[in-house]
């Protein structure tokens, strides 16, 4: 509703917050499964390494 305000301050304010906003939710979603996959990643190899007796597997070779 900012960006539509006749305030001249009120609207580009709105203007920025929607751009900050939209700027914000691409990089989460470019960000976030990459860094959700790190994770597991990182989480398998240290569940393995805990297990006595067991040798840790090398990881597939990552395709585009």
Not at 27 to 50: F, I, Q, T
């Amino acid at each position: 509703m900012l960006a539509l305000s006749d305030v001249r301050m009120l609207r580009e304010f709105g203007i920025v917050t929607v751009v900050d906003l939209s700027v914000s939710l691409l990089g989460v979603l470019a960000m976030l499964p990459a860094a959700l996959m790190l994770a597991e990643r990182r989480a398998v190899r240290r569940s393995e390494s805990r297990r006595p007796g067991t040798r840790r597997r090398a990881d597939p070779p990552m395709t585009a």
